[in-house]
């Protein structure tokens, strides 16, 4: 498993904090910034993220900005992703089962950081099911045509 990892500066104490837990789990990432908590716009991450992601480089990624909405829309305009922006443990896990979601979003500023590592953690643990959501997923990775 490998995790492409970036948020803005709204986003970015999150990071560190996820960055450490993924390290004592030993899960290998790759970090696309930001680098400091200096003002930035989250679209110069969210872009080659997601990118990266949908070209399976990664088995998935993780944007953080100050609520999770800026990074998830942006990230929901590179074909291939499915951005979920989660607010807890559920809709991670959904977001997984359900939608088999290849990229998490959250909020750093709307988030506990104790929240968010437990929705991180069931977001890379919980598998996709199939089925009639693989169908549903076809449908809408065509976009409505
Ligand atoms: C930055 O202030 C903030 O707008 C950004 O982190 C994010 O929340 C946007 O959706």
Redesign the pocket.
């Known amino acids: 498993m490998k995790i492409a990892i970036g948020s ?4 970015f104490e999150l990071k560190e904090a996820i960055k450490k837990q993924l390290q004592k789990q030993k899960i290998s990432f790759k970090d696309f910034g930001c680098a400091t908590p200096d ?1 930035m716009d ?1 679209t110069d991450i969210a872009y080659p993220l997601a990118k990266a992601v949908a070209a399976k480089k990664f088995t998935c990624g993780i944007l953080v ?7 998830s ?1 942006a990230a929901n305009k590179t074909p291939k992703i499915r951005a979920a922006l989660c607010h807890n443990v559920y809709t991670a896990e959904m977001s997984r089962k359900h939608n088999n979601a290849n990229l998490l979003c959250l ?3 709307v988030l506990k950081t104790k929240d968010a590592l437990a929705i991180v953690k069931t977001f890379l643990s919980t598998p996709f099911e199939g089925g009639r959501h693989l169908r549903r997923i076809k449908k809408m990775m065509q976009g409505g045509k």
Do not use: A, E, K
Request: aromatic share 6%.
């Open positions: 803005d500066h709204g986003g003002s989250y900005c100050g609520t999770g909405i800026g990074m829309m909020g750093g500023r």
